[in-house]
């Protein structure tokens, strides 16, 4: 096993709540990655994207792109207009060399809506992941043909939120269709990490590690938040944060008896005021260097 440590810009600006973050600029972002000691980030708000300029920008700070994130509206359209309405995205994530995309369908979702509480999700009906499942399937081998893997992002607000639903997901695609491993999204709709990893772990293309407070989780679900609200009461935090309850050494562990072999991101939706950028970002780099050396995992920086 040999893995690629890097980040999501999350820590420092917010996709779905821009105001978080939003004085920060692009190059302190990448310049605490750097320093922190990642090699790669993911696309945020703030990245360019042409491909020769977003290049150039982050080779500066010896960085190299690893992914970014995707919205889907697959429920809804067919498997050609999703091909057209990627293609712009996915040129950019092969002209940079990355090898999977994040890939979400954000078909009705709710997690960028503030006053939307997490109960008035959209789901599929028992009769509609079938036929779902055989879309993704499609446009995850036309992503293939062209050297990139779907790694599916679970998200707390959308279609593919539960335990069951990955599950679901699972069982109706094909090997094309991968799956990414968000620990903290995962936690916060009441599943495992690691029975996960036992289900499905030849599948995981790519691995979101986001720690989360208990406390604040508790609260956030007794309360029915919305998915901003309980970002903003601080339910996610990055590993290495005392405060957090995931145990990333089994999680690791796990990982590396699966054979996984692709990047690790430290991510936390935080608000960098109460939660300095820089610091969490160091954290997280530290237990995440710290936990290959004890795991002896190897680190590749290419």
């Known amino acids: 096993m040999a893995v690629r440590i890097g980040v999501n810009p999350l820590l420092w600006t917010n996709d779905d709540l821009p105001t978080l973050g939003a004085d920060t600029p692009l190059e302190v972002c ?19 994207r042409q491909a020769d300029i977003l290049g150039r920008v ?11 994130w995707y919205s889907s509206l697959l429920l809804r359209r067919s498997v050609a207009e999703e091909i057209d309405a990627l293609a712009d995205h996915l040129c950019l994530l092969k002209s940079l060399g990355s090898k999977v995309i994040v890939f979400c369908d954000t078909t009705d979702a709710i997690h960028g809506s503030r006053n939307m509480p997490l109960s008035l999700r959209p789901t599929l009906h028992d009769g509609e992941w079938a036929e779902y499942g055989r879309k993704l399937t499609e446009l995850g081998d036309s992503c293939l043909d062209q050297g990139i893997r779907i790694a599916y992002h679970h998200h707390m607000g959308t279609i593919v939120q539960s335990r ?55 609260d956030a679900r007794n309360r029915d938040l ?77």
């Open 30 to 48: 990448l310049g605490d990655s750097r320093e922190a000691g990642f090699t790669g980030i993911e696309l945020g708000n703030k990245f360019p």
């Open 58 to 68: 982050i080779e500066a700070f010896e960085l190299q792109l690893i992914s970014g």
């Open 164 to 218: 069951k639903e990955i599950d679901r997901l699972m069982d109706n695609t094909g090997e094309s269709v991968g799956l990414l491993l968000d620990t903290g999204h995962l936690a916060y709709a009441g599943g495992d990490t690691i029975e996960l990893l036992d289900a499905h772990g030849h599948r995981i293309r790519h691995v979101h590690c986001k720690n989360v407070r208990a406390n604040v989780l508790h």
């Open 226 to 302: 919305s998915f901003l609200d309980a970002v903003l009461n601080g339910v996610f935090t990055v590993p290495g944060d005392a405060e957090g309850c995931i145990d990333f050494g089994t999680a690791l562990q796990r990982l590396k008896s699966v054979g996984y072999d692709g990047w690790l991101v430290a991510e936390a939706e935080q608000d960098p005021l109460t939660a300095p950028s820089k610091r969490f970002a160091a954290l997280a780099a530290a237990q995440m260097h710290e936990l290959c050396t004890e795991l002896a995992i190897d680190i590749s920086v290419r």
